[in-house]
T-cell receptor, first 112, second 116 residues
């Protein structure tokens, strides 16, 4: 799986949009971009994933650049409960032997 | 989304004893589950891939005789830490792929193991 690079930490004010960047310059054509987050002392939670097009769900939006070498996860209205470690991972979706390799992620702190 | 249940949430044991952690897929069948370990302030590290009806596949550096994995049914995988020592104290997390497209992984809530 391709390696990703994320800033170690970010801050965001409650109610504002949180934009978390991720670089994946070595991504292959069949690799998807996945985002997970881990709240302290809990298992990771799936947020969103995409291949080429921008994606949106009830939790977040995923913006992938045209060359697919980077992406941004957007939490439109961050709340205190969004404070967590956010992991950007690239992998082949649907692979029978696929497994997630976690990097260090970005610690997002949402403050009042 | 799919639910993965992990039990127990935390366990304290004496050095030299064995501890079993259960991972269940509650509303779907999981032919493959993954076991991770996480030390404080570190990221998750994949330990092994658990395959229903066959032997688990361990990552390099993980002792298969120490971390016994059994995946006897399509909804249950167990991880047994044998002869636990204080250095085995960690946060253990299981995950399973969502069928049928296997596009998402869902994680259990984790088990905090403390070995005294």
């Amino acid at each position: 799986d391709a390696k990703t690079t994320q800033p170690p930490s970010m801050d965001c004010a409650e109610g504002r949009a949180a934009n978390l960047p991720c670089n994946h310059s070595t991504i292959s054509g069949n690799e998807y971009v996945y985002w997970y987050r881990q709240i302290h002392s809990q298992g990771p939670q799936y947020i969103i994933h995409g291949l080429k097009n921008n994606e949106t769900n009830e939790m977040a939006s995923l913006i992938i650049t045209e060359d697919r070498k980077s992406s941004t996860l957007i939490l439109p209205h961050a709340t205190l409960r969004d404070t967590a470690v956010y992991y950007c991972i690239v992998r082949v979706a649907g692979s029978s032997y696929g497994k997630l390799t976690f990097g260090q992620g970005t610690i997002l702190t949402v403050h009042p | 989304g799919a639910v993965v249940s992990q039990h127990p949430s935390w366990v304290i044991c004496k050095s030299g004893t064995s501890v079993k952690i259960e991972c269940r897929s509650l509303d779907f069948q999981a032919t493959t589950m993954f076991w991770y370990r996480q030390f404080p302030k570190q990221s998750l590290m994949l330990m092994a891939t658990s395959n229903e009806g066959s032997k688990a596949t361990y990552e390099q550096g993980v002792e298969k005789d120490k971390f016994l994995i059994n995946h006897a049914s399509l909804t249950l995988s167990t991880l047994t830490v044998t002869s636990a020592h204080p250095e085995d104290s960690s946060f253990y997390i299981c995950s399973a792929r969502e069928p049928p497209a296997n596009e998402k992984l869902f994680f259990g809530s984790g088990t905090q193991l403390s070995v005294l």
